[in-house]
């Protein structure tokens, strides 16, 4: 059974950083593209950040990109994301997804194993 864990949300002052943590387990790893979404208060569910199973691939929303840096050990079953610059629009809930591929992806609907969420809160 795949197990997907997300730690490292929390309450962050505009222009703080926070790092997410993410630690899948189950089923081989290495051989499979992660990804993060978020979702804020009555909003829909969007792409953050994708890596593909070796991390020499990755992409970026363009609303996080320059800011958001995706990372992964596969040594550890982990992905990383780590937010520098957070604005008040950043809030909302993260959900890191695993996909059953090599190759990294934006669509939420090629992810089949999700966490529960860690929640980031930016305060102005």
């Known amino acids: 059974q795949v197990q997907v864990v997300e730690s490292g949300g929390g309450l962050v002052q505009a222009g703080g950083s926070l790092r997410l943590s993410c630690k899948a387990t189950?089923?081989?790893?290495?051989?499979?593209?992660m990804g993060w979404f978020r979702q804020a208060p009555g909003k829909e569910i969007e792409f953050v950040a994708s890596?593909?199973?070796?991390?020499?691939?990755?992409y970026y929303a363009d609303s996080v990109k320059g800011r958001f840096t995706i990372s992964r050990d596969n040594t550890k079953n982990s992905v990383y994301l780590q937010m520098n610059s957070l604005k008040p629009e950043d809030t909302a809930v993260y959900y890191c997804?695993?996909?059953?591929?090599?190759?990294?992806?934006?669509?939420?609907?090629?992810?089949?194993?999700w966490g529960q969420g860690t929640q980031v809160t930016v305060s102005s």
């Open positions: 890596i593909n199973y070796s991390g020499g691939s990755t």
């Open positions: 189950g089923r081989t790893f290495v051989n499979k593209a």
């Open positions: 997804a695993q996909r059953p591929d090599m190759l990294a992806s934006a669509h939420k609907t090629e992810y089949d194993a």
